[in-house]
């Protein structure tokens, strides 16, 4: 599945270098380039931590019925 972001939302944690999602990510999954937020898809176990760290209504998380714990 992978986590989603919604770039529409993201506000890149209001302009942080280590937004929290790409910090909080376990296993280096999420990453920035050209300044937005990229999941990469095979890395994300669908562990939904960036989703609960975003300060920024669900820009980034997993689909409820995807997330693993
Ligand atoms: S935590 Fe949320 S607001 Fe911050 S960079 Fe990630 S998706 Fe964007
Ligand atoms: S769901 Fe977990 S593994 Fe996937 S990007 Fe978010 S924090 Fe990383």
């Known amino acids: 599945m992978a986590a989603q972001v919604d770039y529409n939302k993201c ?10 999602c790409v910090e909080i990510c376990p296993d280096e999954a999420v990453r920035v380039q050209d300044g937005r937020i990229v999941v990469t898809e095979f890395l994300c176990e669908d562990c939904n931590e960036c989703g609960i760290v975003c300060p920024d209504d669900r820009a980034i998380w997993v ?7």
Do not use: D, E, I
């Open 11 to 20: 506000t890149m944690c209001g302009g942080l270098t280590q937004p929290r």
């Open 63 to 69: 689909p409820v019925s995807a997330v693993t714990f």
